[in-house]
């Protein structure tokens, strides 16, 4: 397995769990899957055949709906835990360029130094920061590359707190990272308080 094609499968991996909160019984439909991935058929057909085999998805035909498995959630949840620790399907970060660019989108997405709990009040705090960022994303000045990062942070965030069964783990991991791409690009004052809104928030 080539390091490319790893990354092609985590990324629909990844995009699934944040489309369907890592619930096997949400689904998400095949032409959907291509039009968030940018994947052309036949790779995308390639990339399903693949992930089902190993049970990390199900496909439905008729219907061309895909599910996450429980088996795909946890693994995924593995990687953004430790993504410097192997999965069976998904390796771990080391010294080769390959697997550094595979590494990029979830790179530092969990720091085990930070915890908190969601309550209610939090959870209030958490959800307009969310609507803040969503609304003001043209207004930060992040590249293209730690944008899409948000972006998915953001999604990741969002499909947790609309499931029925979040992981605990994965809000506090997402909260970080965010919190993370903006002191690297913390420059306008509208960037300072949202960072410094974040940095309450966690404690």
């Given at each position: 397995?080539?390091?490319?094609?790893?990354?092609?499968?985590?990324?629909?991996?990844?995009?699934?769990?944040?489309?369907?909160?890592?619930?096997?019984?949400?689904?998400?439909?095949?032409?959907?899957?291509?039009?968030?991935?940018?994947?052309?058929?036949?790779?995308?057909?390639?990339?399903?055949?693949?992930?089902?085999?190993?049970?990390?998805?199900?496909?439905?035909?008729?219907?061309?709906?895909?599910?996450?498995?429980?088996?795909?959630?946890?693994?995924?949840?593995?990687?953004?835990?430790?993504?410097?620790?192997?999965?069976?399907?998904?390796?771990?970060?080391?010294?080769?360029?390959?697997?550094?660019?595979?590494?990029?989108?979830?790179?530092?997405?969990?720091?085990?130094?930070?915890?908190?709990?969601?309550?209610?009040?939090?959870?209030?705090?958490?959800?307009?920061?969310?609507?803040?960022?969503?609304?003001?994303?043209?207004?930060?000045?992040?590249?293209?590359?730690?944008?899409?990062?948000?972006?998915?942070?953001?999604?990741?965030?969002?499909?947790?707190?609309?499931?029925?069964?979040?992981?605990?783990?994965?809000?506090?991991?997402?909260?970080?990272?965010?919190?993370?791409?903006?002191?690297?690009a913390a420059r306008t004052p509208f960037e300072y308080e949202v960072l410094n809104k974040i940095t309450q928030?966690?404690?």
């Amino acid at each position: 397995m080539s390091e490319e094609m790893a990354k092609k499968r985590f990324k629909l991996m990844r995009r699934l769990y944040e489309l369907t909160a890592g619930e096997e019984g949400q689904a998400v439909h095949f032409n959907k899957m291509q039009e968030q991935l940018g994947f052309s058929t036949s790779l995308l057909q390639d990339i399903i055949f693949y992930l089902e085999n190993e049970k990390l998805i199900t496909f439905q035909s008729p219907g061309n709906m895909i599910n996450i498995t429980p088996a795909g959630a946890a693994e995924i949840e593995a990687v953004l835990m430790a993504p410097d620790k192997a999965t069976v399907h998904f390796p771990a970060r080391d010294n080769t360029a390959a697997k550094q660019n595979m590494e990029m989108q979830m790179q530092d997405s969990y720091d085990k130094s930070q915890s908190f709990t969601i309550g209610e009040s939090r959870y209030n705090e958490l959800q307009e920061l969310l609507q803040v960022l969503s609304a003001s994303l043209d207004q930060l000045n992040l590249s293209f590359e730690q944008k899409a990062r948000l972006q998915s942070e953001l999604g990741i965030i969002t499909s947790q707190m609309l499931s029925s069964k979040p992981k605990a783990t994965i809000i506090p991991g997402s909260v970080v990272t965010i919190k993370r791409i903006l002191e690297s690009a913390a420059r306008t004052p509208f960037e300072y308080e949202v960072l410094n809104k974040i940095t309450q928030l966690i404690g």
